[in-house]
Structure formats: structure tokens, C-alpha cells
């Protein structure tokens, strides 16, 4: 039986699953240690929690669901804002639009490697916090759901942010950081939400980041602002929100 | 049975106002090099990408093998290689991870792509690079391995934007070399370029597009009939003319002009035996020797600048 004809009797998805792994795995080779990666999506979150915590009189144990979701945000909101304006620069983008993959599953292999990155990062202050901290497990599935749902959240984030009109990654970065500055601080990551003010509490709502910090805070244990399936509902709109958006505007260079 | 691989019709591109191809409309028989000649900004690269589906034309349309450009697009992209001016490899991977990755795009399973892609490294003659990254090959060697990534999956037209551009005489060499073979393979070749001696060469026909127009369309030697007034008649004597004898020279009969191109002399003219005959006469009065005497038709490049020249003369 020839290729194609094994192609063809393939489902469309699985076909197109495949390609968007080729690209995620590419990508994993590619940029996962690039230096502006590991610089913005690991030292930076980091330097910020310290820059907070130092000299103040709070409980470190306290503030590992902020610490993980800031590391999840910034690890995971990286990855595509490198990667493709990167390929943008160089024009290996086009090597995607040369190939019979289309922008969905393009875009799904961006994503799918920003997830993974965000996946595996954000367990080292969880096992840290766990082990060293003396954190603990108050909701398994809640952890699970914040880890999962945050990083796919966060990945597609990434990716509708590096479809800017921007030709280098310096440029989208600053883009990036414009977004992500302001969102830290509204979406309950050093203070909890319930402690906002009312205009804090009501831009809450509008930062996806939000709904990953009070999952986590119930994943550890402490006292939640939303349900949790408040929260489930509310990452999986924005992600396919702005997977759907980010599809679109890829759609449009091609315009 | 399809005659033509590629159909154009009025196809047309405006970047806002600036009208970048304008209604061109043409065919390419299937197992064809096909050249697309033209100035810097003609349109041709624009052209080419409408055809690929990487722009969208603003009207007309267009198909390859009886598909759509832009309605079929990923069922031509299943079947058509894009060879870029740019070669946009990734400098991070090695070769061998670079013609993985695309065949890896086409669908390709893995042990067909390892061998596929170890057949094209052979054919490049880049096994010395195979597990070397990208970045670390010369100009030379990046451009072949941009042309291997294309035919991973065995293409029915490859799609070349100055496939030789740059490049030093032994890869230039290798890749017209490919070029024939893939047209000995019943695969259709669609060439832009603007080197005039590679088009003639390679292409079977070519379409000169200038300010965004097809200004002609047809086989380099019926083109080069066109332009009859660029035949030439090349001399060269045993010493250097004075400037009085350099003025007998260019009034010879039938001299349309002359040129001085280093110890030879250079005689424009639409009737070459009419300046050679007169030749002998202008030596034995001046007490000259021939060293060499050629005659030449007209250059592709003759009848492009002559094209060229009436196009913008009538617009």
C-alpha cells in the first residue's frame, strides 16, 4: 500500500496530530535553551517572587501558589513569542506554509511545545515548595486542573501574543512584557483576590492568570475566590478564544 | 490526459495601491522548465507566490494539476515543492534533522523519511554535512540542501525563485544538473530568474514579465528571433585601432554599433556577412592581421533589454 494511500485512509486529524508534533518536537530541539527563553521564562519569574518575599514577614509556605503560577505564566508565555517571530526573521515560518499542514494544526504544534515547556518547569517549585517548604496537597484534582488547564491556557496566550505585527523577538518580548507586567499584579499572584480592592476584584476577572493562581491556592490548600469549575470554564473559554483568534491572525499574513 | 501542470488566468495582484502583477495569464505544459524572466520588482516572486497560495491573488485565478490554488490549496502543497530566493533552512538543525523535519510535514513515515532524506544527501553531495548544523554550511551548500527539502516528498512541479543565485560555478553546476533530471522525471519545473544564460539553458519556454506585465511568452531560440538587430560580429586585430581607425571601423556598412570590450571590437548589426565582407578591405588599407573574427546571434539578454526597452517605450 502506498503512502498516500495510507494517508488517505488516515483520519484528517490524526494526519494533521502528527505534523503538529513534528512541529512541537522541532521547536523543543530549537528553542527550549535558548538563552532569552530560559532568561524571561525562568530567571525573571523568579527574581520577581524574590524581590517580593525578601525582607517582608511572610510565610514562604504561603506564597508557592503564587510562585508556581508566576513561573507557569512567564516559562510558558515565552516559548511562542521567541519562536515565531524568530522564524518569522529568518523565514523558516514559511517552511509551515510550504507544507500541506494547515494554521490549525501550525498552531497547535506552537502551542503544544509552549505547554510541554510550561509543564515541566512549573513542577520544580511545586516539588520544591513540597519538599523543602513543607507545602502540601489540599485538592489533587484541582493541581491537576490548574497545571493542565493553566499551561494550555497560558501556551495559547503565548501564541496570539507572537502574532503582533512585529518582524524580531525583541519586539514581540516587549509586546509580551506589556501584557504580562500588569496581569501579575491583578490576577491574584502575590495578593490573594479576596484581599483586592473592588477594582482589582472586578480586573480579576479579565486576567486568565486569575482562575490558574485560585486553582492552585485550592490545589495547596488554602481558601479559594471561585468555584473550581468557575474556574475550568473560564481558562477553557479564554483558551479557545484565543486559539481561534490566533488561528485567524495567522491566517491573515497569508492575505 | 492533462496537458498542462499549471493554468494562469488573469491573475492579478494589488499591495494596496501598487498594482504588483497585472492580469497575466499563461499555461505550463506538464514535464516543462519553465522559465519566468524579469527586472528586480517585475512581479515575478509575487507571481510565484500566488501560485504556491503563500499570497492571495486580488483577481484571477490560478491551478496546478487541475487544483485550485487557493480553494485545493493544501492538495497542491501535497504535491508541489517551493523552493525560496531565500534559503530559509533552520541553522539550528543538522542537515539530516532539517530534511527529517520536512519530510516529517508531508506526512512522511519515519523510516521512508530517513531514507529519503539520506538518498538526497547523496544526490546534493552533502554527506560530508549530514550531522553538521545548518548554520555551519557555506551559501553554497545551505541552497542545496533548501532544493533537497523541497523534493522530500517527491514533488509533481517544483517551484524555483532563483534556484542559482550567488552561488559558485560547482553548485550552480550540481543544482542545473538536478533541474534536468527532474524534467527527465516527468516533473514540471517552474523557474523565476533573472539570469539570462541559466534560462537559456534550462527552459523549454519563458515568460518575460516587466512592470508588472507578460510582455512576451514563448522558446528562448523563437525569442531570440525577435531581435534580430542584436547579432553581432566580433574582431579582434593584432594591434590596437587609433581613434581615427576605431571611427572606420563603426562606419562600416551594416555596423549598427561598436563597442570596445578589451583587445576586441564589438559590431552591433542585423546582417552579419554584409559586415564581414566589408571586414578585409578596412585590414588591407590600414595594414592590419585578424587575430580572431566570431560572429554571434542574439543573447537572451539582447532580446530581454530589447523587450523590456519597448514595453516601456509603448507605456
Known amino acids: ?255 | 490526459m492533462m496537458n498542462n501542470s499549471i493554468e494562469v488566468k488573469e491573475l492579478t495582484k494589488y499591495f494596496g495601491e501598487l498594482l504588483a502583477v497585472d492580469h497575466v495569464s499563461f499555461d505550463v505544459e506538464a514535464g516543462e522548465i519553465f522559465g519566468f524572466l524579469g527586472p528586480n520588482g517585475a512581479g515575478k516572486t509575487t507571481t510565484m507566490r500566488m501560485l504556491t497560495n503563500l499570497t492571495r491573488p486580488s483577481e484571477g485565478s490560478a491551478s496546478i494539476l487541475g487544483m485550485d490554488t487557493v480553494r485545493d490549496s493544501l492538495a497542491i502543497k501535497a504535491v508541489v515543492g517551493i523552493v525560496p530566493e531565500a534559503s530559509n533552512v533552520f541553522f539550528e538543525l543538522t542537515t539530516m534533522a532539517n530534511l527529517t523535519f520536512t519530510g516529517a510535514l508531508y506526512g512522511l513515515r519515519r523510516k521512508k523519511r530517513a531514507a529519503r532524506a539520506d538518498e538526497l544527501i547523496a544526490l546534493f553531495g552533502l554527506d560530508e554535512y549530514r550531522d553538521k548544523k545548518s548554520v555551519e554550511l557555506s551559501l553554497g551548500f545551505r541552497r542545496r540542501l533548501t532544493i533537497a527539502m523541497s523534493l522530500m516528498h517527491g514533488p509533481r512541479v517544483v517551484f524555483l525563485d532563483e534556484p542559482t543565485s550567488g552561488l559558485d560555478v560547482e553548485s550552480s553546476r550540481l543544482i542545473r544538473g538536478i533541474i534536468q533530471d527532474l524534467h527527465k522525471d516527468g516533473v514540471t519545473v517552474f523557474i523565476t530568474t533573472h539570469n539570462m544564460e541559466e534560462a537559456n539553458q534550462l527552459c523549454h519556454r519563458i515568460a518575460v514579465i516587466n512592470a508588472s506585465r507578460l510582455i512576451a511568452i514563448d522558446t528562448p531560440e523563437r525569442l531570440k528571433q525577435a531581435a534580430t538587430k542584436s547579432q553581432s560580429v566580433e574582431v579582434s586585430f593584432d594591434r590596437m585601432l587609433e581613434s581615427g581607425e576605431e571611427a572606420g571601423l563603426s562606419g562600416l556598412p551594416c555596423v549598427i554599433e561598436m563597442r570596445s570590450l578589451g583587445d576586441k571590437y564589438h559590431l552591433v548589426t542585423s546582417d552579419p556577412p554584409c559586415v564581414l565582407a566589408a571586414i578585409p578591405s578596412f585590414m588591407s588599407e590600414r595594414g592590419l592581421k585578424p587575430v580572431s573574427i566570431n560572429t554571434f546571434g542574439p543573447s537572451l539578454e539582447d532580446v530581454f533589454v530589447q523587450l523590456t526597452a519597448t514595453d516601456k517605450e509603448a507605456s
Do not use: H
Open chain 1, 1 to 255: 500500500m502506498s503512502e498516500a494511500t495510507s494517508a488517505a485512509r488516515k483520519p484528517v486529524a490524526w494526519d494533521g496530530l502528527r505534523k503538529a508534533w513534528a512541529i512541537s518536537s522541532k521547536d523543543m530541539k530549537i528553542y527550549y535553551f535558548q538563552p532569552a527563553v530560559l532568561m524571561f521564562g525562568l530567571m525573571f519569574p523568579v527574581a520577581i517572587f524574590f524581590a517580593f518575599m525578601m525582607g517582608r514577614d511572610i510565610e514562604a509556605v504561603t506564597l508557592f501558589p503564587g510562585l508556581i503560577a508566576l513561573t507557569l505564566f512567564f516559562s510558558t508565555t515565552t516559548v511562542a513569542p521567541f519562536s515565531v517571530p524568530w522564524e518569522k526573521m529568518n523565514r523558516t515560518f514559511e517552511r509551515l506554509l510550504f507544507a500541506p499542514v494547515s494554521m490549525f494544526d501550525a498552531v497547535l504544534g506552537k502551542v503544544m511545545s509552549a505547554f510541554i515547556f510550561g509543564f515541566v518547569i512549573c513542577l520544580f517549585p511545586l516539588a520544591i515548595g513540597l519538599i523543602f517548604f513543607g507545602s502540601t496537597i489540599g485538592d489533587w484534582a484541582a493541581l491537576i486542573l490548574a497545571i493542565v488547564l493553566g499551561n494550555l491556557c497560558m501556551a495559547t496566550m503565548g501564541m496570539l501574543i507572537s502574532t503582533v505585527k512585529a518582524d524580531t523577538p525583541p519586539k514581540v518580548m516587549m509586546v509580551l512584557n506589556f501584557v504580562r507586567l500588569p496581569l501579575m499584579f491583578i490576577s491574584g499572584i502575590f495578593v490573594p483576590i479576596q484581599t483586592l480592592p473592588l477594582y482589582g476584584r472586578i480586573l480579576a476577572w479579565f486576567s486568565p492568570v486569575s482562575y490558574v493562581v485560585d486553582l492552585l491556592r485550592s490545589g495547596l490548600g488554602f481558601p479559594n475566590y471561585w468555584d473550581m469549575w468557575v474556574c475550568v470554564l473560564m481558562l477553557i473559554a479564554f483558551t479557545v478564544v484565543m486559539f481561534v483568534a490566533s488561528v485567524l491572525r495567522m491566517k491573515a499574513w497569508n492575505r
